[in-house]
């Protein structure tokens, strides 16, 4: 059985997989969507903005 390390590997290979990776770096270069990322792994990390309880 493939690990999941050899499955993502097997997945960056491939057309859809490179097609992925080369979205996610024009993502990754753009301020507003890396502010974006930011926030949501903030809010679910438990960082995000207080919910008014």
């Known amino acids: 059985m493939a690990s999941l390390f050899q499955k993502i590997a097997r997945f960056a290979k491939s057309p859809q ?3 992925t990776i080369n979205q996610v770096k ?6 507003r969507k890396r502010q974006q990322a930011k926030d949501a792994l903030g809010k679910l990390r438990g960082k995000g903005k207080p919910r008014g309880y």
């Open 26 to 31: 024009r993502y990754a270069n753009d301020p």
């Open 17 to 19: 997989g490179r097609q």
